[in-house]
């Protein structure tokens, strides 16, 4: 299609400014119209970037974790209004950090009870244990450093660790884009008896033929991943994925699988289009709750920024619901980006998929996403 030639360009430009490599596939229906594959998956072996390449898929994991819960909705084994202590106890006493206008910090017995809704939607109050710089991210960090010193670094481990911490505001007050997930995948592997790993195996990867997809690459596909190259005035350079991705117990929900654009294609078009070679994940209906806005208006202000302008958040995923905000695509298109430039955007009503990767830091998703939406919508819209 001749409009779509524009995103050769812009795939070019990519390689050029960024890093080496890139994969993008768009669809229509179930008809691939656009594949571009440019650049090199490693400059330094001159290995091609194609559809194989296996990428760290980072928070791109979220819609595919998001959907593998959701089929536990459906069987009744949760509510998204569950208070997650039915499942994880230590919840049941739950308290929150609390900020006195003099700047003084109390920890106060938590006033709302943390849904398995929150846990989804990031407004449950739990942060991330990166060591940033506020009080129950510097705690949640600490109780994770000590698990993963001790081997014990596990879902259940670590959701059990969130609970002793206090939440940084009242659940479903604010949005804080964090771990939250990682308690979801938690609560599946309570429900099931199986690791997260497991669970999505045989409910996701192996229906759809997602024969590339893991949280632990086996040692006999490492030679097809993706190097990560860091971006500098002076130019990229090939580099490791930070050690938490390589946690030897810790399946995270929230960024830790790789896989490749092959295999991201399937779901998202099971996802798009309700099946996917006559598999279905989940009913429309479903598909529909997931990317319904869930933020209040304080949580969607701290949500939306310029990327994610005309967008709410809903299961783990971002919801289109205005265009105005400088977007040509639907109310309701649907997805989700990973911290090292993968993408994905699944419209039900136009049924139009886009799946995009590369890898890098920064990851230039302020640039490149948003031109690839609007070259494709303004030819297939």
Same mark, same amino acid.
């Given at each position: 299609?001749?409009?779509?030639?524009?995103?050769?360009?812009?795939?070019?430009?990519?390689?050029?400014?960024?890093?080496?490599?890139?994969?993008?596939?768009?669809?229509?229906?179930?008809?691939?119209?656009?594949?571009?594959?440019?650049?090199?998956?490693?400059?330094?072996?001159?290995?091609?970037?194609?559809?194989?390449?296996?990428?760290?898929?980072?928070?791109?994991?979220?819609?595919?974790?998001?959907?593998?819960?959701?089929?536990?909705?459906?069987?009744?084994?949760?509510?998204?209004?569950?208070?997650?202590?039915?499942?994880?106890?230590?919840?049941?006493?739950?308290?929150?950090?609390?900020?006195?206008?003099?700047?003084?910090?109390?920890?106060?017995?938590?006033?709302?009870?943390?849904?398995?809704?929150?846990?989804?939607?990031?407004?449950?109050?739990?942060?991330?244990?990166?060591?940033?710089?506020?009080?129950?991210?510097?705690?949640?960090?600490?109780?994770?450093?000590?698990?993963?010193?001790?081997?014990?670094?596990? =879902?259940? %481990? @670590?959701?059990? +660790?969130?609970?002793?911490?206090? &939440?940084?505001?009242? !659940?479903?007050?604010?949005?804080?884009?964090?771990?939250?997930?990682?308690?979801?995948?938690?609560?599946?592997?309570?429900?099931?008896?199986?690791?997260?790993?497991?669970?999505?195996?045989?409910?996701?990867?192996?229906?759809?033929?997602?024969?590339?997809?893991?949280?632990?690459?086996?040692?006999?596909?490492?030679?097809?991943?993706?190097?990560?190259?860091?971006?500098?005035?002076?130019?990229?350079?090939?580099?490791?994925?930070?050690?938490?991705?390589?946690?030897?117990?810790?399946?995270?929900?929230?960024?830790?699988?790789?896989?490749?654009?092959?295999?991201?294609?399937?779901?998202?078009?099971?996802?798009?289009?309700?099946?996917?070679?006559?598999?279905?994940?989940?009913?429309?209906?479903?598909?529909?709750?997931?990317?319904?806005?869930?933020?209040?208006?304080?949580? =969607?202000? %701290? @949500?939306?920024? +310029?990327?994610?302008?005309?967008? &709410?958040?809903?299961? !783990?995923?971002?919801?289109?619901?205005?265009?105005?905000?400088?977007?040509?695509?639907?109310?309701?298109?649907?997805?989700?980006?990973?911290?090292?430039?993968?993408?994905?955007?699944?419209?039900?009503?136009?049924?139009?998929?886009?799946?995009?990767?590369?890898?890098?830091?920064?990851?230039?998703?302020?640039?490149?996403?948003?031109?690839?939406?609007?070259?494709?919508?303004?030819?297939?819209?």
């Amino acid at each position: 299609m001749e409009k779509l030639s524009s995103l050769d360009g812009l795939l070019e430009e990519v390689i050029i400014k960024g890093p080496a490599g890139a994969g993008l596939r768009v669809f229509k229906g179930t008809d691939l119209v656009y594949e571009g594959f440019v650049g090199y998956a490693s400059e330094q072996k001159k290995t091609p970037f194609d559809g194989k390449t296996i990428c760290q898929l980072a928070s791109m994991t979220k819609p595919i974790a998001s959907a593998a819960c959701m089929q536990l909705y459906e069987k009744g084994k949760f509510l998204l209004t569950d208070p997650v202590s039915m499942f994880i106890p230590e919840f049941g006493k739950h308290e929150v950090f609390k900020y006195s206008p003099r700047g003084d910090i109390t920890v106060e017995p938590a006033k709302n009870v943390v849904t398995v809704g929150h846990t989804f939607d990031m407004t449950s109050g739990i942060t991330v244990n990166w060591h940033w710089k506020n009080p129950n991210s510097e705690a949640l960090s600490d109780l994770s450093d000590k698990l993963e010193a001790e081997g014990k670094y596990t =879902l259940q %481990e @670590f959701a059990k +660790a969130a609970a002793s911490v206090p &939440g940084a505001f009242e !659940a479903g007050e604010h949005y804080y884009y964090g771990q939250s997930l990682d308690i979801t995948a938690a609560i599946a592997e309570i429900i099931t008896g199986m690791t997260f790993g497991e669970y999505l195996s045989r409910n996701v990867f192996e229906p759809l033929g997602m024969t590339d997809t893991y949280f632990h690459v086996p040692e006999e596909k490492k030679d097809r991943v993706s190097p990560l190259y860091f971006l500098s005035p002076e130019g990229r350079k090939e580099g490791e994925f930070p050690p938490i991705f390589y946690t030897p117990h810790y399946e995270s929900a929230c960024g830790g699988l790789f896989g490749t654009v092959d295999d991201y294609c399937r779901f998202a078009l099971a996802m798009t289009l309700g099946e996917y070679n006559g598999v279905r994940l989940l009913s429309d209906n479903t598909i529909r709750l997931m990317a319904m806005n869930r933020l209040c208006p304080q949580a =969607l202000s %701290e @949500f939306e920024d +310029a990327y994610l302008a005309g967008y &709410g958040y809903g299961l !783990a995923v971002r919801t289109r619901m205005r265009s105005e905000a400088g977007s040509n695509t639907s109310i309701g298109e649907f997805g989700w980006t990973g911290g090292f430039g993968s993408w994905v955007l699944m419209d039900p009503e136009k049924k139009i998929t886009i799946v995009y990767a590369h890898q890098s830091i920064p990851n230039m998703e302020e640039y490149v996403h948003p031109r690839i939406r609007n070259i494709v919508y303004s030819a297939l819209g």
